[in-house]
Each structure stands twice: as structure tokens, then as C-alpha cells.
């Protein structure tokens, strides 16, 4: 009886070590999890159609996601069907890794992947909901901005300057989930969009051999 009594305690210690193991290795992996989340940032751009925007950026070295949305505006939870009402935009929230790629380079990307000296709207897309914008997320991102915009200005790069606001974020609403993806979800339609709306062609025209510089592969032609 001593022998099993002994037994059982000698167990129950080791059991009691493996759960602290356990729960030790759970603590070290969560921090890892939330250490890895803190080094993304966020950019926040407005080009036009956020289908396209968010396919671009999607190919760029160093984002981790492209997300669809709505901001600007003067609502709360906007949809699709009403948030030019409100004066929201479209726009892209772009999670990146800053040891990969810096925000002066995500703007030189975007800058080369739209039309940022057209006020009316994007290309075949008119009105303020599909205009174009930066949304500096705090003030570096805010001076970064404005730097990247009269650096190019002053370059004369392109025969127009550039009129794209660079404003201070506001918060950021994720559009439908039939949005999000829409390139992957609906290729076809989604390349036949692209190419009636004249995008790619525009870009091309404006910037030249420095158009779409960053970006891997843009969908349609």
C-alpha cells in the first residue's frame, strides 16, 4: 500500500510538471503569435476601384494582406449601397512587414499603380467615392507622404502633379466579403472589368516604364 501510495504521488508530480511544460510552451508560442503581429503596419490608400488596388498590392514583396473597405466618410458601418452618401471612399487596408518593405516604397508603388493627378475619379470610375488618397496612420506615415508627393512633383516625372490629398486616417470599414478577393473569386469577370475600364493602358501612359513598378503581375491588361 506504501509502495502504490508513493507511486501515485510520484505520478501526480510528473503529471503536474508535463501540464506546466505545456502551459509554459502555450504562454512561449502565444507571445511569439501576438511578438510576430506587433511588426506589421498598416497603409491605407484610395485608388479607384478597390478590386484593383487590392489585387496590385496583393503581388507587392513584404504585404501581408490587402483588404477591401470603406473610409473617409462620415459614417458608421457603410455598405456598398450606401456609403457614397456618406462621402466614404473606396480604399485598401494594406497590413505589411516593415523589415521587408518601408512605407515611402509602398507609396512609390502606389503612386505608379493609379492616375494621382485626376480629381474626378479613376479611370472609367467617376466621382468622389472612387478618387484617390493616402490616409497616413500617424504622423511619420503623414510627413512620409507628403515628402513622397513634392519629391515626385518637383521630379516632373510625370507632365501633370500630382493632386492625390494626403489626409489623416480615418476609421476603416472592410467591405462585403463578396468584394474581398473579387480578382481570385471572379478572374474572368474581374479581367474584363479591368481591361473595358482602360486601367492598366492609363497607368501605362502616365508613367511610362515606371508604371506598376513593385508589383508582380496585374490582373487583366
Known sequence: MQFRSSSKKLLGKKSIGRALAGLMFA???GSSVVAANAETKTAVFAGGCFWCV??????????VSAESG??????SNPTYKNHMKAQHIEAVKIIYDPAKVNY??????????V??????????DRGHSYT???FAQDQSQ???????????NEAGIIDRPIITPIREATPFYPAEGYHQDYYKKNPLRYAFYRKSCGRNNAV?????SEAYFGIHEHKGS
Open 27 to 29: 504562454i512561449v508560442a
Open 54 to 63: 487590392e489585387s496590385d498590392f496583393e503581388t507587392v514583396d513584404g504585404v
Open 70 to 75: 470603406y473610409t473617409g466618410g462620415t459614417s
Open 104 to 113: 515611402e516604397t509602398l507609396l512609390n508603388i502606389f503612386w505608379r499603380s
Open 115 to 124: 492616375n494621382p493627378t485626376d480629381a474626378g475619379g479613376q479611370f472609367c
Open 132 to 134: 484617390t488618397a493616402v
Open 142 to 152: 503623414l510627413k512620409i507622404a507628403q515628402a513622397s508627393k513634392k519629391k515626385i
Open 204 to 208: 501605362k501612359a502616365l508613367w511610362g
